[in-house]
C-alpha cells in the first residue's frame, strides 16, 4: 500500500490501521486513546494542522468519524534526540547497491527513540536517497556490514537473495572464557553447529527458545529451501535456526581477562540468533545487555560495545552476474592479542 505522503527528512510516514467498529465516536477519539499516553496534546494538534491523512492524502479532522476511513498515515517525531557520537562510512555504491559499515549503537531503521538518529535516516539526508530502503538489518549493538537497495525496480531481486539463503554471511565475536578451562580442550569442541527453535514475540525485548518433537530434532532449518513454496502461515516444524561457531583465536580482552575470538556463520536469519547460539555454549558475547542474562535497562556505555561485528558478505549480483565481496574495516575492541585495535567510530 503506497504512502500518500513522500518521505520527509529521510523519515517515512507512519501507517496506522483504524478499526471501522467500536465504542470510539471519531476516528481522533481512536487515536487518542491507543496513543494519548505519550502526547495527547500533540495528536490533536496534528489533526488541528492537517497533518493526519487517508490514503488519498485527504486531511482528517477531529470530528471524521470512525468507519469513514481503515488507514491514516501521519509523520512520526522524536521531540528530542540526542546525536549518537559514532559514524557510519560507505564502502561502495553503484546504481542499484549501498554497502555501508555500521557502528555499534546506531539502529539500521527508526526505533523507538531513535529517528533521525538512525542508519537509513542519516544516509537518506545524507546522500540525498529518499528512496534508499535496508535489505536486511542488524541489532542497534552490532557493527558491521548493512546493504541498502537504491532502486524499487530493483530491490526485490537482492531481498530474494537473502530469502533464499544465498547471501554467505559471515561474524565475529568475542565472548569471555570460563575460568579455569583448558584452551586445548576448548579448541577440540569446535567448529560445531548450533541449532534449535527460536521465536519472537512483538513487545517483548529478548528471543525464547521453544521445544519441539524429538521426530522432528534431526531436520536442518538451512535446507528447507526450493521446491513447492510454503504459505507463510504454515508452521515448519522442528529447529528454525542455525549457526556454525569456529574458534579463531584465544588470549585476553583490554582488562586481562581470558577471552576467545569466534568466528560465526548463521545459516539461517531468527533475531538475536548469534547471541542465543552463544550463550547457550556458556560463551555469552562480552558486553552483551540480553543473553545469557537480561540486565536492567541503563544508559548507552560507549566504551563497551558488544562485541559482535558483522564482518562479511557473499553473493551472486543478480542484476550485473558479478560475484560482490564486502568486509568490515572495523574491529571489535576486545579482541584477543594481535586481533585488538581501537574501535572505528
Given amino acids: 500500500m503506497k504512502s500518500p505522503l513522500p518521505v520527509r527528512n529521510g523519515v517515512n510516514a507512519t501507517r496506522l490501521r483504524i478499526p471501522l467498529q467500536g465504542p470510539w465516536a471519531t476516528v481522533h477519539d481512536f487515536v487518542l486513546e491507543k496513543f494519548g499516553h505519550i502526547d495527547a496534546a500533540g495528536i490533536t494538534q496534528r489533526f488541528h494542522h492537517g497533518e493526519v491523512v487517508d490514503i488519498d492524502g485527504r486531511p482528517l479532522s477531529t470530528e471524521t468519524p470512525l468507519g469513514d476511513v481503515e488507514f491514516l498515515w501521519y509523520y512520526r517525531n522524536v521531540p528530542l534526540e540526542t546525536p549518537l557520537p559514532v559514524t557510519e562510512e560507505v564502502l561502495f555504491e553503484d546504481e542499484h547497491l549501498l554497502v555501508v559499515d555500521k557502528p555499534h549503537f546506531l539502529p539500521t531503521t527508526p526505533a523507538?527513540?531513535?529517528?533521525?538518529?538512525?542508519?537509513?535516516?542519516?544516509?537518506?539526508?545524507?546522500l540525498q536517497l529518499p528512496d534508499l530502503v535496508p535489505i536486511h538489518r542488524l541489532d542497534r549493538g552490532t557493527a558491521g556490514l548493512v546493504l541498502f537497495s537504491k532502486q524499487p525496480e530493483t530491490r526485490s531481486a537482492y531481498q530474494l537473495l537473502f530469502e533464499r539463503r544465498e547471501v554467505a554471511k559471515q561474524y565475529q565475536c568475542v565472548s569471555a572464557l570460563p575460568a579455569g578451562i583448558d584452551?586445548?580442550?576448548?579448541?577440540?569442541?569446535?567448529?560445531?553447529?548450533?541449532?534449535?527453535?527460536?521465536?519472537?514475540?512483538?513487545?517483548?525485548?529478548v528471543s525464547q527458545l521453544m521445544p519441539y518433537?524429538?521426530?522432528?530434532s534431526g531436520?536442518?532449518?538451512?535446507?528447507?529451501?526450493?521446491?513447492?513454496r510454503r504459505r507463510s502461515t504454515e508452521v515448519i516444524p522442528g529447529a528454525n535456526a542455525s549457526s556454525r561457531v569456529e574458534l579463531e583465536a584465544t588470549g585476553t580482552s583490554r582488562a586481562g581477562t581470558p577471552v576467545g575470538l569466534f568466528r560465526l556463520s548463521p545459516h539461517t536469519g531468527k533475531t538475536h540468533q548469534l547471541r542465543i547460539h552463544m550463550a547457550l555454549l556458556g560463551l555469552g558475547i562480552l558486553h552483551d545487555r540480553f543473553?545469557?542474562?537480561?540486565w536492567d535497562d541503563a544508559p548507552d556505555d560507549f566504551g563497551a560495545p558488544l562485541q559482535l561485528l558483522a564482518q562479511r558478505l557473499e553473493f551472486t549480483d543478480p542484476i550485473s552476474g558479478r560475484i560482490r565481496e564486502f568486509t568490515s574495516a572495523r574491529k571489535l575492541v576486545e579482541a584477543p592479542a594481535e586481533g585488538r585495535t581501537a574501535d572505528r567510530r
Avoid: C, W
Fill in 291 to 294: 543473553y545469557p542474562d537480561l
Fill in 213 to 216: 518433537e524429538v521426530k522432528d
Fill in 219 to 228: 531436520r536442518r532449518p538451512h535446507d528447507r529451501r526450493g521446491g513447492k
Fill in 112 to 126: 523507538g527513540r531513535y529517528v533521525q538518529q538512525s542508519l537509513l535516516v542519516r544516509l537518506r539526508n545524507r
Fill in 183 to 205: 584452551r586445548a580442550e576448548l579448541s577440540s569442541r569446535f567448529p560445531l553447529t548450533v541449532s534449535n527453535r527460536i521465536e519472537k514475540t512483538k513487545g517483548v525485548v
